[in-house]
């Protein structure tokens, strides 16, 4: 009963409610994009609110273990201004996540806030606000957290490397039509930390309590924010995003491993702090570098004059049975050639259970595949093209 009271209160979180909100824009947004310029939807499931809650859920309960089993203990005054800066990116932001950077600044703002360490915290406390002490073992435990944050935004990246290959379309200078890739995806854990002293049960008498030596502690569900955005306008998404999560994955390794360092190591809290900031820079320069790699590939996913660009494949559709992948280019449709979305409608028309295709792949390989059409039904192939231009 009290696990679920404490459960009820981690459902009272005003960031859980506006993740959730989030989550359900960027799905409906990506569903009516696609149905305004193919026709139809590429995937008109809600993936991001359906892996909000059933990733959410599986990876809190695999955290609270990992944390719980470490007894990683955070600061009460730390755990609101986190969840205020994490709640404010998600609204001020709503074509970003930075849940890396909020993690970092809501330490930065936390070391401010501590008028052993700097001034500031000593003017707050000569004017009557609250003020927090900040211990180097707080500070480990932080490097820790940032390790789940990076450690489970790498999963994500890696079981769900199918999902952002909804194309968008732009023009470049020249008025050609590109397509770019966009993975975004979020989730608020649930995850089980440890918070010193006995404060929630003198305000709420059924919060368990329990004592380690001279110590209290209670167990509360802390809000983690976790998640990315990144884009690709070169890269096959699938292999981009793999990437992304080794390099991601990587950089959790390091800040697994600075928290067991500092653990040993007598550090000041600036010292740790400093730490915490590396780690978070560290992943600045992978987002970035992972923006390099993609600028400098060759090809574009880019219209063009011979045959038609493949640019979307629809899940369980016959296109699954044909091999081919985002970038690639058919030149003829049942042994007729097509230049035009139009043109390759027209000669799937020509055999309409059947379907034939000459392809020239990103390696400039020329490939054939054919397959049967479900139902005489050519218009739900699953490929889909650039729309034809009106004059």
């Known amino acids: 009963m009290q696990v679920l009271k404490i459960f009820e209160l981690f459902l009272l979180q005003p960031l859980v409610w506006i993740g959730l909100l989030r989550s359900y824009l960027t799905a409906k947004r990506r569903v009516t994009y696609e149905r305004q310029n193919f ?10 609110v359906r892996h909000f809650f059933m990733d959410g859920c599986l990876l809190g309960i695999l955290m609270t273990i990992i944390s719980l089993a470490l007894g990683l203990v955070v600061s009460p005054v730390w755990v609101v201004l986190y ?18 950077t909020v993690f970092g600044l809501s330490w930065l703002g936390y ?5 052993q360490l700097t001034t500031v915290g000593g003017i707050l406390q000569q004017h009557g606000i609250s003020t927090t002490s900040m211990s180097g073992n707080l500070v480990v435990n932080g490097l820790m957290l ?23 379309l732009q023009p470049d200078q020249r008025g050609k039509r590109l397509v770019r890739y966009q993975w975004q995806q979020l989730l608020v854990l649930p995850v089980g930390v440890l918070i010193p002293g006995d404060w929630i049960h003198a305000t709420l008498s059924w919060w368990p309590v329990f004592t380690v030596g001279e110590r209290s502690f209670s167990i509360i569900l802390l809000p983690l924010l976790v998640g990315a955005s990144a884009r690709v306008y070169k890269q096959l998404p699938q292999i981009a995003w793999r990437q992304l999560a080794t390099r991601l ?47 400098h590939q060759q090809l574009r996913f880019s219209d063009t004059e011979q045959g038609v660009r493949v640019i979307g494949l629809r899940p369980n559709t016959p296109a699954d049975k044909l091999n081919l992948d985002l970038g690639d280019v058919i030149l003829e449709c049942n042994r007729q050639p097509v230049n035009t979305e139009a043109e390759f409608y027209a000669a799937l028309l020509k055999s ?32 889909v093209l650039f729309t034809d231009q009106e004059d």
């Open 249 to 295: 994955g990587g950089v959790a390794v390091v800040s697994v491993i600075l928290a067991i360092v500092a653990r040993f190591a007598v550090l000041s809290p600036q010292w740790l702090l400093g730490l915490l900031a590396f780690v978070v820079v560290l992943t600045w320069v992978v987002m970035i570098q992972h923006r390099f790699d993609d600028w």
């Open 83 to 100: 969840e205020a800066l994490a709640t404010i990116s998600l609204i001020i932001l709503p074509g970003m996540l930075v849940p890396v």
């Open 39 to 48: 026709h139809s939807a590429i995937n008109s499931q809600l993936v991001e």
């Open 352 to 383: 309409p259970t059947y379907v034939h295709l000459k392809v020239r792949n990103r390696q400039q390989e020329l490939i054939i595949t054919e397959t049967a059409i479900y139902n005489g039904a050519p218009h739900e192939l699953g490929i």
């Open 111 to 115: 070391w401010l806030m501590s008028p």
């Open 146 to 168: 940032l390790a789940v944050v990076l450690g489970t935004t790498a999963l994500l990246l890696r079981w769900h490397d199918h999902q952002g290959r909804s194309p968008k």
